[in-house]
């Protein structure tokens, strides 16, 4: 899978994405990382990318030549018109079920704005899907697709050392992930629960389950209205009333 960022800090999404697990798999070739510096197509010796808004107000607004530019550098380096995420806090959340969606692309184009914004010129040309990673406002783009890149990769397969975490870990059936525990078996007095260690694989399996349903219904009980719940998760919820 090859990500391309449209940025001004192209250092940023480098030293960001070359490390941990996404670092190894750029290494391992399983994804790519092509950081594309707006500047270098700003039309101008100064480097300039930004203008006053028409009608007025505070700030500057990023024009729409160097923009397009950069976006068309990527068009004809893969090819094709890409898929193209405009990081904003207008968009839609990004959510779980968004990266697998975006995990079956070959190549992603993330937008990353700054200053008060991009002409909605070039917007409306090149944006195929405005993106927000929470309702708060960044100075940029550069966090929020460092953040996306890193959700989707986890799906890439190969990516993450072992493929079965990703099927079983928080959201999966839109449920938070069961309470995980690791050596020693009691510390400070707290002991893991024994049906853990009882080596009966379908009793920890259906313990993990209610875990995870006992667990979104205590921190998020919003997403059990997408929940994907079995007859069996059903009989579960129903003891819980009693």
Not at 79 to 103: C, D, H, W
Not at 107 to 134: A, K, P
């Amino acid at each position: 899978m090859n990500f391309h960022v449209l940025t001004l800090f192209p250092d940023m999404i480098q030293d960001g994405v070359n490390t941990s697990i996404t670092g190894r798999a750029v290494g391992k070739g399983l994804i790519s990382l092509n950081t594309v510096n707006i500047r270098d197509y700003a039309g101008n010796k100064y480097g300039q990318v930004d203008d006053y808004p028409y009608g007025g107000g505070a700030g500057m607004v990023m024009q729409p030549g160097p923009v397009y530019r950069s976006y068309e550098s990527i068009v004809e380096k893969i090819g094709y018109k890409p898929r193209v995420i405009y990081l904003t806090p207008q968009g839609k959340v990004f959510n779980q079920s968004m990266a697998e969606e975006f995990a079956k692309e070959e190549d992603i184009v993330f937008l990353c704005g700054h200053y008060e914004g991009i002409d909605e010129r070039v917007l409306n040309m090149i944006v195929t899907d405005h993106v927000s990673i929470g309702d708060y406002v960044l100075t940029g783009g550069e966090l929020p697709s460092m953040v996306m890149i890193d959700a989707i990769s986890r799906l890439v397969p190969g990516v993450l050392n072992n493929n079965v975490s990703a099927e079983f870990e928080t959201f999966n059936d839109n449920l938070l992930e069961y309470p995980q525990y690791t050596r020693p078996e009691e510390f400070m007095g707290e002991k893991v629960p024994s049906i853990l260690l009882s080596g009966n694989h379908p009793k920890v399996d259906q313990w993990r389950r209610e875990q995870s349903i006992l667990r979104t219904m205590e921190r998020r009980p919003d997403l059990m209205e997408e929940a994907v719940l079995t007859k069996e998760d059903m009989k579960f919820i129903k003891t819980l009333d009693k």
